[in-house]
């Protein structure tokens, strides 16, 4: 395994706790694993973007806050307060669902002009705020990938992600491998769901994909010391 994932591995995982029935105490201590660990980012929904940011004060901790979840079809003005809603409260980066539906009806133009306009709203509190583009690699098709890539491209999002973890299923080696390849450098690509294993983790790193999503980033993470320890 490369050293370089294995001593830096928190450091891309956003830690993620997107559930209905998250309580107070459930983001306290979510955020302190957060800090211990030093991961990316803490993922949840935007009534505790406030929570969230007062707890990870003075830390390099970002808050990510999900937008359009898990559907992504609402209206495009939904969409926006949403987006100004979570800056307005301290959120760092945003992770948004594209709209599925629409793409799958071939409707670029909508699709680009939906996500731009978030992108806008959002980055008008600061162009170091950071967009995700959730593309639900596993309900539009390996073959469409390419497609959702350049439309998150052209929308001016920071990243694209495989999965809202409602979907199908997560990551596959194959998606990534084709969302990074459509991206190149004009993107970044973020794995999410299904990475369950150290040699899952280190996959997706090295196919390309920068940051990793879900909830096993603690168990990966000391896997990944243990791997250290035992190399020497």
Avoid: W
């Avoid at 928190?10 to 694993?33: G, I, N, P, Q, R």
């Avoid at 009534?47 to 007062?54: A, D, N, R, V």
């Avoid at 003075?58 to 079809?73: I, N, R």
């Avoid at 639900?136 to 990938?145: A, H, L, P, Q």
């Amino acid at each position: 395994m490369n050293r370089e994932f294995l001593e830096t591995m928190a450091s891309y995982f956003d830690h993620s706790l997107v559930k209905a029935d998250a309580t107070k105490e459930e983001v306290l201590k979510f955020c302190s694993e957060a800090k211990e660990y030093g991961f990316a980012s803490v993922v949840l929904s935007s009534s505790y973007c406030q929570l969230c940011k007062e707890a990870l004060a003075g830390t390099q901790v970002h808050v990510c806050c999900t937008m359009a979840y898990p559907l992504g079809a609402m209206t495009t003005a939904t969409k926006v307060f949403e987006a100004h809603e979570c800056a307005k409260y301290g959120a760092d980066e945003i992770d948004i669902v594209m709209h599925v539906g629409k793409f799958l009806d071939e409707d670029y133009s909508y699709v680009i002009a939906d996500l731009q306009a978030v992108v806008q709203a959002f980055k008008s509190y600061g162009e170091e705020k950071i967009v995700k583009v959730i593309i639900e690699t596993s309900i539009i098709g390996n073959d469409k990938i390419s497609k959702a890539v350049e439309c998150a491209i052209e929308a001016g999002a920071d990243f694209v992600k495989t999965s809202s973890g409602y979907a199908n299923y997560g990551s596959t080696v194959e998606d990534v491998t084709a969302m990074k390849k459509a991206a190149g450098d004009k993107i970044l690509v973020k794995a999410s769901g299904a990475i369950r294993t150290l040699e899952d983790a280190c996959t997706y790193l090295e196919i390309g994909a920068v940051r990793l999503g879900g909830t096993a980033g603690i168990a990966i993470t000391e896997a990944a010391k243990e791997q250290l320890a035992e190399e020497g």
